[in-house]
């Protein structure tokens, strides 16, 4: 009987076998490997092509090693904004750029609505504040369908929601020139050539032609404003209807104050002051006169004043017959018209004058001897007469009282008509009186305006105010 054959390959077979297996394994595992690296190769070859084409690659690469200055002068490199010819582009762009970029960081983002995929735009900010657009060209191709990004545009840009614009109304007589930002506000904004005042003054309403305004209104303000008129004098604003308006007679008005000697004319825009303007009468040194010298004659300074004008005020000043006047201009800008003083009249009377204060000085200081002099220089009937023959010396009391002058002057000589004068004298006296038991010392510091009168082909002194 055959012995049985065994179900095992044989050893050699079998080892075969598994030398076939890992050399597969081993083509398989190259293979794979293979198969990894060279995809692991292209996809990174792909996504460095994706980044290369990329825009912000390109923004990225322009942004580098540029400065804060840098992107003010792009920012100024061109004008970004429509403006009036009041303002300019330098001005604006530096006040925006110095308020809403200064100190902060530059970075970028697409513009959304108007950026493409065929032609990417970016905007440049400098914190939330806009900067500049950059717009994108393609350029090589660097595979897989993509292109490196070129910059084709970069211009300065501020969205129009960023920065505001301003309007505003200016009002003005139609002969009253206004300038804004120093440039005259031309015909070209004229909106309203004859606007209606209803609320003039009681001197405007004497004008021979009542004052209206013409309106202009300006838009597409971006900066600081400033409005004033032909002087240079700069004009507020009040808000009206939600528009600031720039009105030289409306927000506050024209004022004046001007002082003259009575019997004066004074005119303001062509039309004569009167008694609704006269504020201050002031000292009439010939007050209680008139049966001596007649109706309408007056040394007093007469002050007129006027506020909330539309019109600026010009002034003239017509003095009384045979007076010239000197003009002062106040430091509030009140205006004073003195009469200058007359030389001849002076040295025709100036002796006259220093007689009649002598006996008034010695007889004030106590000398009896000098009263019926000083009446016989003073008019009769007049307060000042009636003052001496009614008073006794202030300083009965005391003796041998001696008077030196530090000064003592004697000025401003006007003619007050054919039969009147006044003049001023100014003094800083010191007295020394004896009593019985001692000597006492006194000093007087005093300014008086006097008046004479010539009655029956004499002068007399015939009154004299003191000036406060």
């Known amino acids: 009987m055959a012995e049985p054959r065994s179900s095992n390959p044989a050893p050699r077979k079998r080892k075969n076998r598994r030398k076939a297996f890992r050399r597969g394994l081993v083509i398989y595992a190259v293979t794979f490997l293979l198969v990894g690296f060279a995809g692991l190769f292209v996809f990174s070859r792909y996504l460095a092509a994706y980044e290369q ?27 970004i904004l429509t403006l009036t010819e009041f303002e300019n582009n330098e001005d604006i762009i530096n006040a925006y750029f110095d308020a809403s970029c200064t100190g902060k960081s530059f970075t970028y983002r697409e513009a959304a609505g108007t950026s493409t995929a065929d032609r990417p735009v970016y905007t440049i900010k400098a914190g939330a504040a806009d900067v500049a657009r950059i717009t994108l060209k393609k350029g090589r191709s660097v595979g897989f369908g993509f292109y490196a990004w070129e910059v084709e545009s970069a211009v300065p840009y501020i969205s129009p929601y960023a920065l505001s614009s301003a309007t505003i109304a200016l009002e ?45 209104e300006i838009s597409g303000l971006y900066g600081e404003l400033t409005v004033t008129d032909a002087s240079g004098n700069e004009i507020s604003a009040t808000e009206e209807n939600g528009i600031p308006v720039y009105r030289p007679g409306g927000s506050g008005g024209y004022s004046f104050s001007v ?24 000292l009439n040194p010939l007050k209680g006169l008139e049966r001596f010298l007649g109706d309408g004659c007056s040394a007093a300074q007469l002050t007129y004043s006027a506020s909330g004008l539309y019109r600026e005020p010009v002034i003239e000043v017509t003095p009384p017959a045979g007076v010239t006047l000197e003009k002062t201009e106040n430091k509030d800008g009140s205006l004073v018209y ?50 001496f023959s009614n008073s006794t010396a202030a300083m009965i009391w005391a003796s041998d009282t001696q008077i030196s002058y530090d000064y003592l002057f004697y000025d401003n000589f006007v003619s007050r008509g054919e039969n009147c004068f006044t003049c001023t004298v100014s003094y800083k006296a010191n007295l020394s009186a004896q009593s019985w038991y001692s000597t006492n010392k006194s000093q ?25």
């Not at 084409?53 to 004008?79: F, I, N």
């Open 53 to 79: 084409g990329r825009g912000a690659h390109a923004v990225t690469a322009w942004m580098e090693g540029k400065t804060e200055d840098d992107y003010r002068a792009l920012m100024l490199s061109q004008p």
């Open 172 to 216: 003005a007589m139609a002969d009253e020139p206004l300038y804004l930002n120093g440039v005259a506000v031309g015909e070209s904004y004229l909106t309203d050539s004859a606007v209606a005042l209803s609320s003039l003054t009681a001197l405007e309403e004497r004008y021979a032609e009542k004052p209206s305004l013409r309106r202009y």
């Open 259 to 282: 002082t003259v000697p009575a019997g004066s004319t004074v005119t303001v825009c062509g039309t004569a002051l009167s008694a609704a303007e006269l504020t201050d009468s002031g």
């Open 338 to 387: 003195t009469p200058v003083n007359d030389a001849a009249l002076k040295e025709e009377h100036l002796e006259l004058v220093r007689a009649f204060f002598d006996d008034n000085m010695a007889y004030a200081a106590g000398d009896n001897s000098h009263l019926q002099s000083v009446l016989q220089k003073t008019l009769y009937g007049t307060e000042l007469y009636n003052y």
């Open 444 to 468: 007087l510091e005093d300014s008086y305006i006097l008046a004479f009168v010539r009655y029956q082909n004499v002068w007399y002194a015939a009154s004299m105010s003191l000036i406060e």
